[in-house]
């Protein structure tokens, strides 16, 4: 059953929404790059929508009643917001997740040094890239350097037009003649993902001139740090750049961080934009790790989201472990995250009924995993049916698919973890071509259709019989 193109049923008032959707967006990935400064985005936002800090509320021993709104700001790396429904938090929540760190690269902890006259950043990738694909072009470094006495510096360069950008070099094709020989996911080895970032020597007391002490020098200077602050630093290298409308018409974007950003923004969009008392609780988080496993203390594999969770719950009227239980057991989840787009360049990797398009609308998968479902959700069907009357019913574009040939590949999402509480949970999205490129490509019909598929759901998801 191949599905309609969404741009077809918009008029120019709808064409003008999704625009104005796809406008905010890209600011929000341009000022978005790491998932600390998507958290202070989130934040700043729930803040202006009258949401309060959850934390604040627990110390001041405050209750919950339908209607009020909450957030919570987790290490500056994960980021719930709810809104307290009319039905009993037992009843259960809707709940919208979505990850928003992204495959980049790291600064580590030891990195800075001086080979030929030019100063160096070691770094080690993060998460699913093709190493390749990130040499030969400007980059950007975002981050956090940790002072000792507490104090933290956050730098963002090589976004500004006046800033400087940073390089990894690749060898010419004259030189080529062996690297050229190598598999496509040896041409660059890890080790060789080195950052440039200076090349002018600085005398430094008696010693020789070096490149290193210049570049401390302007660290100390601009950023009041030190070399050993790198030891607690957490510093990303990503694209430098804005997003980018694409095409003669414009109706895609191409940007870095897509995965899953495009989530991400409308999922949280969708409940600070909720008008009202929702029939049942409603819930957007934004997590952290998902590119390497939604480990760790800020991942969906820790236990912030079920702490955050129990902390509600009590302020609401559900306490005790469990009533938790039944709050986590009785809520509905879309776990969104992106989808492969069909793409006719290598159309050999799709099974083409089973595929995602760009402009066909919000993306639902059964199940991901790889191969023989391994490390998959695997949606009931009677929670698919449920979804498929509120988007036809909403008017919302849909499609469905799996991610490539069964036997070629796959991948995961946060989806079974939350599953493991007996919630219904299933993965929706958006198609991006080149995931896990610095730069991916989503069409704004796509993005649009999932901002308003997260709306309906909100609004409309009951338990299921």
């Not at 072009?137 to 037009?161: F, M, N, W, Y």
């Not at 570049?215 to 804005?242: Q, T, W």
Request: with cysteine.
């Amino acid at each position: 059953m191949e599905r309609k193109n969404a741009w077809a049923k918009y008029d120019e008032a709808g064409l003008e929404k999704i625009e104005a959707f796809a406008k905010a967006y890209g600011a929000f990935l341009d000022a978005g790059k790491t998932e600390r400064e998507c958290v202070a985005q989130a934040e700043k936002a729930a803040r202006a929508k009258g949401f309060a800090e959850l934390k604040k509320l627990v110390k001041e021993g405050r209750k919950l009643a339908a209607g009020d709104k909450v957030y919570v700001n987790w290490m500056n790396k994960s980021f719930m917001a709810m809104i307290v429904g009319k039905a009993p938090l037992e009843a259960g929540m809707n709940i919208l997740g979505a990850h928003i760190d992204s495959p980049r690269i790291d600064v580590k902890q030891n990195p800075l040094y001086e080979e030929a006259d030019l100063a160096y950043l070691d770094t080690h990738y993060y998460g699913g890239i093709k190493k390749y694909q990130w040499v030969a072009q400007p980059l950007s470094l975002h981050g956090v350097l940790c002072r000792k006495d507490g104090t933290r510096v956050t730098v963002a360069i090589g976004e500004e037009a006046d800033d400087p950008v940073f390089y990894i070099s690749d060898l010419l094709p004259h030189l080529a003649q062996e690297q050229m020989t190598r598999t496509a996911a040896k041409a660059i080895e890890g080790e060789e993902l080195n950052l440039i970032i200076g090349g002018k020597p600085v005398a430094d007391g008696e010693e020789k001139a070096s490149v290193t002490a210049g570049v401390l020098a302007i660290l100390k200077e601009k950023y009041g740090v030190e070399e050993e602050d790198f030891l607690s630093a957490e510093l990303e290298i990503v694209p430098a750049g804005k997003a980018r409308d694409v095409g003669f018409d414009r109706s895609m974007i191409a940007a870095y961080g897509h995965d899953d950003r495009v989530c991400a923004y409308p999922s949280l969009q969708a409940v600070l934009d909720f008008e009202g008392v929702p029939a049942y609780t409603v819930c957007a988080v934004l997590t952290d790790k998902e590119e390497i496993g939604s480990v760790g203390a800020t991942g969906m594999n820790g236990r912030f989201f079920e702490n955050t969770i129990a902390e509600f719950a009590e302020l609401a009227g559900a306490s005790g472990s469990l009533a938790l239980r039944r709050v986590l057991c009785n809520s509905r989840m879309l776990s969104s995250d992106v989808s492969a787009g069909f793409d006719p360049n290598f159309a050999g990797a799709f099974e083409k009924k089973n595929a995602a398009f760009l402009g066909r609308g919000v993306c639902f998968n059964k199940y991901t995993g790889s191969r023989g479902k391994s490390g998959s959700n695997d949606a009931n069907p009677e929670y698919i049916a449920q979804l498929r009357r509120i988007l036809d019913d909403a008017d919302v574009s849909f499609q469905t698919a799996e991610l490539g040939r069964v036997d070629l590949g796959g991948g995961g999402t946060i989806a079974y973890m939350c599953a493991k509480f007996g919630m219904n949970v299933i993965d929706s999205g958006v198609a991006v071509l080149s995931m896990h490129a610095p730069y991916e490509v989503i069409s704004k019909v796509d993005l649009y259709e999932a901002y308003r598929c997260y709306c309906a759901f909100l609004r409309d998801a009951a338990p299921v019989d």
